[in-house]
């Protein structure tokens, strides 16, 4: 979790720098993002070094970014692109053999990843879709979807039948293995 902590908190950071303007969008990050980080640092760091034009802690440890609307619709749009392009680099790629297509809604919060089965079920193939759904969980958080809503469900679709042989919920289906 740290790992994706870490990763938020770069796109966060990168994308939103300063700007001017009255009109301003909050981003909310639960504070499940920030477990083992110093969260006082990283507020000084993010007011002080990263431009973000307000920073607050809340009291049940999550944070508040606040970033203009304009700002806030070139990060999400920047996160498309990195989405889509990773995507395609898994359907095109020699990484993720057996996977053949990748189709997602607008929010990515479904994705459905055509495979070739027998394939898939030999392989590791299966760690596309932990990108996909920290890809998506990201997006949504950004897009300022609460905590509890939350969740990227992945249908595994096999290719020679067309139909639907499994699915995954992140984070549910993560936190369950890790319990």
């Known amino acids: 979790m740290k790992k994706f902590s870490f990763m938020l908190m770069m796109v966060v950071f990168v994308f939103a720098l300063a700007a001017c303007g009255s009109k301003d969008v909050e981003i909310t990050l639960p504070a499940s993002f920030?477990?083992?980080?110093?969260?006082?640092?990283?507020?000084?760091e993010a007011k002080e070094e990263e431009g973000v034009k307000e920073v607050t802690k809340n009291d049940d440890g999550s944070i508040t970014y606040k970033l203009t609307?304009?700002?806030?619709?070139?990060?999400?749009d920047e996160m498309k692109k990195e989405?889509?392009?990773?995507?395609?680099?898994?359907?095109?790629?020699?990484?993720?053999?057996?996977?053949?297509d990748i189709k997602h809604n607008d929010k990515y919060s479904e994705f459905t990843v055509v495979v070739k089965k027998e394939?898939?079920?030999?392989?590791?193939?299966?760690?596309?879709?932990?990108a996909l759904g920290?890809?998506?969980?990201?997006?949504?958080?950004?897009?300022?979807?609460?905590?509890?809503?939350?969740?990227?469900?992945?249908?595994?679709?096999?290719e020679s039948t067309?139909?639907?042989?499994?699915?995954?919920?992140?984070?549910?289906?993560?936190?369950?293995?890790?319990?």
């Not at 889509?84 to 680099?89: A, F, H, K, L």
């Not at 067309?162 to 319990?179: K, L, R």
Request: glycine share 6%; charged share 40%.
């Open 134 to 158: 920290l890809s998506g969980m990201m997006y949504q958080f950004l897009d300022g979807v609460d905590e509890d809503k939350n969740k990227v469900k992945i249908n595994y679709k096999d």
């Open 34 to 44: 920030f477990e083992g980080e110093n969260i006082d640092e990283m507020i000084t």
């Open 83 to 100: 989405i889509d392009t990773s995507i395609e680099e898994m359907k095109s790629g020699d990484d993720f053999a057996s996977i053949k």
């Open 162 to 179: 067309g139909d639907v042989f499994d699915s995954t919920v992140y984070p549910d289906d993560f936190e369950e293995e890790n319990e």
């Open 69 to 76: 609307k304009e700002r806030h619709k070139e990060m999400m």
């Open 119 to 130: 394939d898939f079920e030999n392989s590791f193939d299966t760690f596309a879709s932990f």
